[in-house]
């Protein structure tokens, strides 16, 4: 991809928009734009050589692979997030694996060594990424806390309007939510099973707080979801 392409992708990141033209020219020489399919996973580098990865468009899991029978979502992005070696440190996570949840998802791509460079010479952004990392891991914490004091239906709900708030459309009186997910992804995020989200749904369905299919999800009462 030109370093023109990369170039505007770069500029319109909210983490990096901030840097003068040179710079910003500067990182996209060392940059790669890469085009990733749904299901396809997104590698986070080899040991000394890891990357960290900027979402630029879709949307992104990342999961926990130490269990082999039941899969635990640790998070989903969607864009502008960051993913990757975020410690910057050059170690390789062997039990965390992203991978892309949409078609055409675009994602901005630098050596850790790399980006640390462009850190260390523009201490402007360096505040803006450490603010970035510690809104995932505060966003984390939350998780853990539903998972204490949350029973499945709550944690379900919770979820969804988390979802609504970040990725939804408003349409009228509705809510639209764009069907990414499938019920495996939204049971190893809350932590429960396949069939209790299915069971959980068609409950929420049948008192009309929602709609879905595989393509949307629709929340009618904005209200209830907020």
């Known amino acids: ?9 770069l500029k319109n990141h909210p983490l990096l928009a901030s840097l003068p033209e040179q710079k910003l020219k500067e990182a996209a020489a060392v940059a790669k734009i890469r085009t990733v399919y749904r299901g396809e996973v997104i590698s986070y580098g080899e040991a000394g050589y890891t990357r960290i990865h900027f979402l630029v468009k879709g949307k992104v899991k990342i999961t926990d692979t130490g269990n082999a029978e039941n899969e635990l979502v640790k998070d989903i992005l969607t864009e502008p997030d960051i993913f990757g070696d975020l410690g910057l440190e050059g170690k390789i996570y ?3 694996c992203a991978e892309a949840l949409t078609a055409n998802t675009i994602v901005c791509t630098f ?13 402007a952004i360096v505040l803006d990424y450490a603010r970035k990392v510690n809104t995932k891991l505060q966003r984390l914490e939350n998780r853990h806390a539903d998972l204490v004091y949350l029973d499945t239906k709550d944690r379900l709900i919770r979820f969804i309007k988390n979802w609504a708030q970040s990725d939804g459309n408003r349409q009228g009186d509705k809510i639209i939510l764009n069907n990414y997910l499938t019920h495996s992804d939204i049971a190893g995020f809350i932590a429960t099973s396949r069939q209790s989200v299915n069971m959980l749904l068609n409950e929420l369905r049948s008192s009309g707080l929602l709609c879905y299919n595989r393509k949307h999800i629709e929340l009618n009462n904005p ?3 907020n």
């Open 1 to 9: 991809m030109s370093d023109e392409m990369k170039f505007f992708y």
């Open 94 to 96: 062997s039990d965390e």
């Open 111 to 123: 050596h850790v060594s790399d980006f640390r460079r462009i850190l260390e010479e523009n201490p």
């Open 223 to 225: 209200v209830a979801w």
